[in-house]
């Protein structure tokens, strides 16, 4: 006699399936994991895995962007009211350092698989950057700035810091250096121009 198999809802499956996916990547490559390793972690078919995740970059995209929707929680945490620039900027960073210490596999994942370059995943990012201008004005100069501290965090995020160099070093170059910049640009300097 077989144990009857409990119907889950599709969107509880996917996310089985994607919590599996994510054990079995912890340490590997995803070029080293197989459909099967990973169907047999969530307990269902390989079929199933296909079903829902057409191939590995789809899968490795769905995982990506999961964990990414939790940074992106942490970051819209950061900007707390009344707070002023450098403390947002602070907070940004203790934002990222935290989620890639809690998604350091997914941080891994970015670095060794290609997706930075994913058209959802640049997407992801882009969103992220005018979301954290839109805290300081919106505006050419403010996107300008939060690419930057975005690009700075993450690639500390998927690579390590240079030698003798800290997390703690990271966020005051980018408060000593990017943070006075946020000032809104004068009329004799609007963005783009050489402040020279």
Do not use: C, K
């Not at 002023?84 to 960073?93: K, P, T």
């Amino acid at each position: 006699m077989t144990a009857a198999r409990t119907r889950l809802e599709p969107s509880v499956r996917r996310e089985l399936i994607l919590d599996a996916a994510e054990r079995v990547l912890a340490d590997r490559m995803p070029s080293e994991v197989t459909f099967e390793e990973i169907a047999d972690a969530a307990g269902v078919s390989r079929g199933l895995v296909y079903n829902y995740f057409r191939d590995r970059t789809a899968l490795m995209v769905a995982l990506t962007t999961r964990a990414l929707a939790d940074l992106d929680d942490r970051i819209d945490r950061a900007f707390e009211p009344g707070s002023d620039r450098r403390s947002q900027v602070v907070a940004l960073g203790r934002a990222y350092r935290r989620h890639a210490a809690t998604h350091a596999a997914t941080w891994r994942l970015l670095s060794r698989s290609g997706l930075l370059d994913h058209p959802t995943i640049q997407g992801s990012r882009s969103a992220r950057v005018e979301r954290i201008a839109a805290h300081w004005g919106g505006d050419a100069h403010a996107r300008l700035v939060a690419w930057s501290i975005t690009g700075l965090y993450e690639l500390a995020g998927v690579s390590p810091m240079p030698r003798g160099a800290s997390q703690d070093d990271l966020t005051r170059f980018v408060t000593d250096v990017i943070v006075p910049d946020l000032a809104p640009p004068s009329p004799s300097r609007s963005p783009g121009t050489d402040r020279t």
